[in-house]
């Protein structure tokens, strides 16, 4: 016998995007059920294991839920979050679990069933009416108003046989400048072979002992690592993605834990190619693991990052089944001057640059760097509120890497930060939908971007402006003036105190946009980096003077990623 329940909305998945949107749903007021597959909420941010994140780094786009994350983090992490050259976090992906699950015990209208897998979907017309759950006690069926997908593979479109888009498009259909084009597709046999990015089952090792990892000169990485070293040095590959309490992420494409063959197992039909995929990649990387052990000897250990040891509880996938979506998030939505890109239908900001993963040569994308802060960054981009639902399943939103976006695109919009703040906008959107009542095609964007914007706990920006820091105090005022259409004149606001600063006299040499320089009072010459908008106003101003500075050095960039500068 089936027990059935009925709720305002249900969250299905355990991606980061899932527990966002869950979280945006209780806190806007409405009763909502979380359903994960596995014992973990953080999806790749902490159960994939990707906790050196990219993209989302500037001080205007550490809003929301990843925003109100890092600020958490520094301070449950003494040694800070600058510990690798990836990216300017790392934090231990048990830490951020942490997190996530407080914030969820503390929402009383949020109901979190871990280790619950979603047997079917039922449908009627363009509407989905229940889930039906293999519980621990039997099977559930949950009814609902709203379906939010926050899973890691879209699995809601697969489960009510919804059209769906996975894999590449051609150049034809958007005018992407780095899609094939159709014939291509067509004859060339690398895109039969690579289907889909391909994933990483992540690790996260342990070093004891000093730092400096060497080499040991009687070994040479043994196929398929090979390459491993073919660009970086051993103390390079395991500082990219060193983390707090000697952890280190390893997230290797060179010769290293990237899975290259039959990447779209994972959306199959078939349970035996699934499970063998799966198998095969944890054993790859234990593999990958294991060599670098025997490069670098005692030192680097297992470790209890996870539940079961150094493998993260769940493969990093790249790319999902994707939603037709009212609008489609394609390439040129991404790249600087897209003549539509503007705030009036945005519920996000991201910036991550764009990076595909395949075997052998780089895949060719169209640039999306811009110099900003001493450093090469990515351009910005909106995600408008169409992109998250569309007409075969009315009452169904997209919160995770599986919103409407082209192939090409998901190389930008597929990381963690970015989808915190999509499944915010997901449940924000559900929330108010079940409020109305309303569908969520019916919704003007002005009503969820007034929700992001005024949430008392995690306000997410969704207009792109660089100059706006998280901490300005007209913040929200300037964020409606953006999504109005209005220029406002903004004066950059010096950043708060942050834990573990420190202060240092420096020389201050600016080479270029993209290379500026400090020298100490030892004599070191320092790559200067910043993520404040106020720092980047007046740091270049101070070319051949002596500024006191504030931030935080990182020996592993290496940089000091500067705060504040003193006059």
Known sequence: MTDR????????GGGCGGVAAALQVARTGVEVILVTPGIWLGGMLTAGGVSAPDGNELAAWQTGLWGALLRQLRLDLDEGLDQNWVS???FPPAAAEAVLQRWVQDEPLLH???????AALKQQGDRLLSAVLDGPDGPLEVAFDLLVDGSELADSLA??????????????LWNEPS?????????????????????TWVLTARWEGPWHPVQRTDKTPQPPFSGCL???DLERLLSYGRLPGGLLMLNWPLDGNDWHEDPSACLSSSQKRAR???RAMADHSRRFLAALQDLSGPQLKDSQAYPGGSLALQPYWRESRRLIGQTTVNELMLLPGFPGDDASTAVAVGNYANDHHYPGEDWPLKPKHHIWGGRSTGTPFTIPLAALHGSDAANLLLAEKGFSVSHIANGATRLGPLLLQIGQAAGATAAICHQKPCLPAELPARAVQAVLIRDNKAPVAVAACADLAWHDPNWQVVQEQLIDGSIPSIQPAVAPPEPGEEFVAMEIAIDSDDAWFGVDPNGQRWPLITLEPAVMSSLPLA????RTLVGKPNPWGPWWRINRVLP
Not at 5 to 12: A, E, F, H, K, S
């Open 88 to 90: 300017c976090f790392g």
């Open 159 to 172: 489960l009510a046989s919804l059209p769906h888009r996975q894999g590449w498009e051609p150049r034809e």
């Open 230 to 232: 073919q660009r970086f």
């Open 179 to 199: 899609a094939p084009t159709a014939q291509r597709l067509a004859s060339d046999p690398f895109f039969a072979h690579q289907p889909l990015q391909s994933p």
């Open 543 to 546: 070319h051949g003077k002596r």
């Open 5 to 12: 329940q009925q709720i305002p909305v249900l969250v299905l």
């Open 276 to 278: 063998h995929q799966l």
């Open 112 to 118: 979190w069933l871990p280790s619950t897998p979603v």
